[in-house]
């Protein structure tokens, strides 16, 4: 006997066939979840950074409301999505503010701590970080989409593997690779081991 959708599955389905009502609905029961993930992002940007996690939710539902035409999968892919627009934001906000600094020396910073194992106070520019994201999906797509959900969008092993329907042996032996990868070509980027 199969379960019934959860309510934020049920929203998503109706979302997706056009009922502008249900996403509506769904801000509220996904919100505080959504700024979990917000925080995650800003926890490793300078203390003075311009963005706020309420704006990033804020600018990430700006951009999700025209997503209605999204098959969502449930709740995990909805959160992989918006995670994935998240760090777009903060991508783009990093390229603006460098632009506007003519040189960059001022770019916004994120760690990488959980992603790749280095220590708190090693960090790396988010423009570079994105660059090697861009780099790995060129290489290994299913590896940058590992990281996308697992770092940026905070889900589980388990979770991964359901959203990218694969195995969580898949899953852990794609993540540990990806994180690996990363951590070499971050290195090699900043010119640091």
């Given amino acids: 006997m199969t379960q019934p959708p959860s309510e934020v599955t049920q929203l998503l389905i109706e979302w997706s066939s056009g009922d502008q009502a249900a996403f509506e609905k769904l801000v509220p029961l996904v919100h505080a979840e959504l700024r979990r993930v917000a ?3 800003m926890v490793g940007e300078r203390a003075a950074h311009t963005l706020q996690a309420t704006a990033l939710v804020n600018e990430a539902y700006l951009r999700l409301v025209d997503q209605n035409r999204i098959a969502w999968q449930g709740r995990a892919h ?30 916004l910073r994120v760690t990488l701590t959980d992603a790749v194992g280095l220590t708190d106070e090693r960090a790396a520019d ?26 940026f969008g905070g889900l589980t092993n388990e979770e991964t593997a359901e959203v990218l329907d694969l195995s969580l042996a898949t899953i852990k032996r794609e993540w540990a690779t990806a994180k690996a990868w990363l951590y070499r070509e971050m290195s090699s980027t900043t010119g640091e081991p």
């Fill in 78 to 107: 909805f959160f992989a999505i918006s995670a994935q627009m998240m760090r777009r934001i903060l991508v783009d906000h990093a390229r603006k503010r460098r632009y506007a600094k003519r040189g960059g020396e001022h770019a």
């Fill in 126 to 151: 988010v423009t570079a970080l994105d660059d090697a994201l861009k780099l790995l999906a060129q290489l290994d797509q299913r590896q940058s989409q590992v990281v996308e959900l697992r770092f």
């Fill in 39 to 41: 925080r995650r992002y």
